[in-house]
């Protein structure tokens, strides 16, 4: 059964693993059970003989207060420059992330991987910094005790009564690349300690006496000896793998463990991945949404810790819905071959489990071939969360007050009843108190509810039961109603309480829905980023009641806010790292996260279908709200909902550049098509001219003349039509985005009519602009260019002495500008034809060709300007040209006097 | 015009021929430069009265031998440039060039260009009064007429046109004119400068459509024709 070849899985995860090695620089950890074993000094040493070596090896940083010889050792080494952060009134000494990325030495020293940040660093933990060293490349040695693992940490908790808060990751631990132990016997530590070698905080140096006690000491080191002993065996196998002598390894275990809200779980996923890493088998975590029934806030909230604490143990995570949780988990262990269940026992009165069942009981009698096995619930010695992230349920007085007036209006409305004689049957008192209980778990929710069913029995017995204004009771009878009353209203609260609570879940889900539909039904209306983003930054901040601030990718240019400009979070000096960070590694960052905590927003990061377009930074008056899973989700929608419309609207402008280019190259090749023909015959005539001058054969004076005067004419007919060819392609091409400036029209026209010059010889040019016509917004060189084709147009069309009359007037909103003659007139039918290129009409003998082109410019740049012109033919004979241009509301008006 | 010694800078060998010889036709000395190089060598070597530079050059930017030149030259630079190339224009003018000629152009054209600049070289005193055309200017009385009859012109207008006045057939920048009439801050506002100039047209001129004393050159600036 056993196959000698390499599992390919196997093969590839060690490639994988090898490639990253490569990429990545490798970790050294100097590993010990407690302060003073001489990690730090190990560290120093090996360093130094490394340097000596040859090797590029600088300290990035090394705790202060070491002994004489480490000091000394330290000293014989490059040293970075720490960054000094004033904190509280005292000056904090951090590593220096950023002079680490200057100097980029081979090997990098940085003492204590477990330590927590100053606030405004970029990384809470210093493993972080770490493991962004390593991603450059860089080599990193460090030092580690054994209870900064976070796996282990509950475990020595129990051991030592200390709870160290500062703890990495395991995956940080196992990844290192080479494990060196320091160790030193328990006797010898104490005796340095005697010897007053080992440097203890003062403040902290009475509890970490009751720390440094021998039998402490041993079971630490046991510890560390173990970790170090594992990661030897997994070397060991890790190789033995890669050389194909492969045996079955079949003790293919697989975990899951159950997450509850319950404290007590911690406790059970350590326990997990304790288990997991000895069987060295994978292991799972899975919550389970029971449909229908709704969590408080706060047990989500420890739900979601416990998730996040078993994903930083490695575990897989998964969220699972169902009816049932005992079959949902079931289901989903078979369908991933899991081998062995583990759940925790919370506690629960036994009555509670009798009638209800407990899903312990259930997981057994459905697990089938899986192993289920059930940890004992204990209070974990650590607390799993920070205190005040979670708050507790808090007595809400005016509830309370309510449903107690709602106790007395029942009491005064029976007493009126039974005083009116209208009924005096006890029943009814009983209905009208228990309606009064109903009423408090509808409006206020459980804990009102239970406190009015027990003022209603205690004021049902106190006023109502003879003796009456006692809590006596003459009947023993009526001892059954108190008790069926008061477990009727208990189930009533319950029951109501859950409806109320169903209520409010659905209306919260409906909320969601709704705001993430309108977020979707606004994106689905614009374009563009800017709209986009704004669009959404407007909509996020109405959801979630704050800040919000949208960072689009520029790069290589910094990222951009392009909506929330004015907002606190676009100004404070942390927001721009914190969403740079987010880009780059397409987590969450800032406030509430283990990077750039002490940023005011919280991150998330616009990822795209083939890249991370950027990141929206919100900020709520309460930060903690973001905590909640359930509005992380709802942000994260939103965030993701932005991302796809960005994304849609960059492709779709793509999508019509691509378009436009194609169009763009099809025109051009048709202008070049055509206008090679009109090339040709200018250059023929050049050069036939100048041959016949150059030529013996040309004597006569006069003829040498017209000859020359042909060249010239030709070489200017060839000017005209390379320029104008030169502008209809720069038209095309949409480069000619007008340079937009106020003018004067009558200047525009002037120097058009200066530029045509004598080529409208014998035509006589009426201009009739009015000395008050606003100014005009437009390109002066594109729109002197209309005229100048206008005005050369009429000219080649119309016989000698023909009149040209300019004129313009404000019509509504337009500037309407005439240029009219009453020469021959267009050719029928050819008004719309004129326009297009290359379109000739039959010229008059003496004016020449045209280029065919003018007519097609003048109408390109005028629709340039949001315009329009029009040729037509007058009544009274000749043509009309009518460019209508817009005129705009902000239109300056200069007063010369 | 008294013979003068001119460098014509231009890569193309076409143009610098035809150039050549119009201007030893018009009993000039040429000198003739490909590169920005052999131009600073030239100029240099023997230094010319007049220079004529295509700012397209194939090995350094013709704007470099502007500078160049103008570092320990007067002498008048005349830049030919192409018809699209306004913002060129200004640039060159702003770099110390005194005027440009837009590609193609005549010998005619050229040799009036360069009859204007030399004339700047040696520009008159402030003069008493400045008569162009039909116009007399009263620089001491402040008094501006055509044809004899007063014109009345606010204090801006005077300003304007005195300003260009004094540079007859010079090319002043948009941001030259703002600056002299408005002062330093306002050289954005060339809409100003238009309107002004079309009040002035209209008091001074024929026809103002077809201005014969402030001539547009689109896109740089105001000229004030000097015949």
Known sequence: MADPRPNPDVLLAEVEAEERRVRRGSLRIFFGYAAGVGKTYTMLQTA?????????????????????????????????????????????????????????????????????????????????????VLDAGIDVWTTLNVQHIESLNDVIGQITGVVVRETIPDHVFDSADELELVDITPEELLERLQAGKIYLPEQARHALERFFQRPNLAALRELSLRQAARRVHTDVESARRRAAAVEPWATADRLLVCIGPSPTTARVIRTAKRMATALDADWLAVSVDVTGAAASAPSRQRVAEHVRLAERLGAETATLAGQDVADTVVEFARSRNVTKILIGRTHRPRWRRFFLGSVVDDLIERAGSIDVSVIHGEEDPQPTTRPGVIRRPRIDTVAMLEATLAVAAAAAAAGLLRWSGLSDAEANTVMIFLAAVAWSAFRHGRLPAVMASVLAVLTFDF?????????????????????????IGLVISTLTARLRGQVESTRERERRTAALYELGRQLGGVSGQDFLSAAAARKVSEIFGGEVAVYLDESPAPPAVVAGRNTEVAKHPLSLPAAQWTMAHDQTAGAGTNTLPAAIA?????????????????????????????????????????????????????????????????????????????????????????????????????????????????????????????????????????????????????????????????????????????????????LEQVFVNLLENAARHTPVGTHVTVSAAVDGRYLRIAVTDDGPGLPAGTEERVFDRFFQAGSAADAGRGTGLGLAICRAIIEAHRGSITAARRPGGGAEFVIRLPLADDTPRIVVE | MT???????????????????????????????????AALRTARESPPDLMILDLGLPDRDGFEVLRGFRSWSRAPVIVLSARDGEADKVAALDAGADDYVTKPFGVGELLARMRTALRHRSPPADAESIVADRLRIDVAARRVSVDGSEVHLTPLEYKLLLTLARCPGRVLTHRVLLREVWGPDATQEVHYLRVFVASLRRKLEADAARPRLIITEPGVGYRFSDT
Not at chain 1, 112 to 118: C, D, I, K
Not at chain 2, 15 to 26: E, M, N, P, T
Request: glycine letters at 6%.
């Open chain 1, 602 to 782: 919280y991150f998330v990061p616009l990822v795209g279908s083939s890249r991370t377009l950027g990141a929206l930074g919100v900020r709520v008056a309460d930060m903690s709200r973001l905590a909640d899973p359930e509005e992380r989700r709802l942000l994260d929608a939103c965030a993701s909902q932005l991302a796809l419309a960005l994304d849609r609207d960059r492709m779709t402008i793509e999508a019509s550049e691509a378009r436009i280019r194609a169009e763009a190259e099809v025109v051009r090749s048709n202008l070049l098509a055509g206008v090679s023909h009109d090339l040709r015959t200018p250059l023929a005539a050049i050069a036939g001219a100048s041959s016949s001058l150059l030529g013996e054969g040309v004597v006569d004076v006069a003829v040498r003349r017209q000859l020359i005067e042909t060249i010239e004419a030709e070489a200017r007919r060839l000017t005209r039509l390379l320029e104008n060819i030169l502008q209809m392609s720069r038209l095309d091409a949409g480069g000619a985005i007008p340079n937009l400036q106020w003018h004067v029209l009558e200047e525009v026209v002037g120097s058009a009519l200066h530029r045509v010059g004598r080529g409208l010889a014998g035509r006589e040019v009426a201009i009739r602009i009015p000395a008050d016509l606003p100014l005009v917004h437009v390109d002066g060189l594109l």
């Open chain 1, 48 to 132: 130094r003989r490394a340097r000596d070596e040859g090797r590029d090896v600088v300290i990035g940083y090394v705790e202060p207060h070491a002994r004489p010889d480490t000091q000394a050792l330290a000293d014989d080494l490059e040293t970075l420059p720490v960054r000094e952060v004033p904190y509280r009134g005292v000056s904090l000494r951090e590593f220096d992330l950023a002079a680490a990325f200057a100097r980029r030495p081979e090997i990098l020293l940085v003492d204590e991987l477990a330590h927590t940040n100053a606030p405004d660093s970029v990384h809470e933990k210093r493993w972080q910094d770490v493991q962004e």
């Open chain 1, 463 to 487: 006023v109502f039961v003879p003796p009456t204004l006692t809590l006596a009771v003459s009947d023993v009878q009526y001892v059954f109603t108190f008790a069926v009353m008061l477990a």
């Open chain 2, 3 to 37: 013979p003068l010694t001119v460098l014509v800078v231009e890569d193309q060998e076409s143009i610098r021929r035809f150039l050549h010889a119009s201007l030893a036709g018009a009993g000039h000395r040429v000198l003739e430069a490909g590169t920005a190089a």
